[in-house]
């Protein structure tokens, strides 16, 4: 069985949105990869409507 999901570049981000990726994980009871498509998914869907 093959599988859909590729990997990208990584990216850097600052120490304080680090922070705050991890405790929106933390709060969630998720992992930060899972915050960080989730919502890059919501923000392409507001942006592929318009």
């Known amino acids: 069985m093959t599988s859909n999901r590729t990997t990208l570049p990584p ?11 991890r405790r929106c994980a933390e709060s ?3 992992d930060v990869s899972w915050v ?7 923000y392409l869907n507001r942006h592929e409507k318009g």
């Open 11 to 21: 990216v850097r981000v600052d120490t304080e949105l680090k922070d705050r990726l």
């Open 28 to 30: 969630q009871e998720r």
């Open 36 to 42: 960080i498509r989730k919502a890059i998914e919501e």
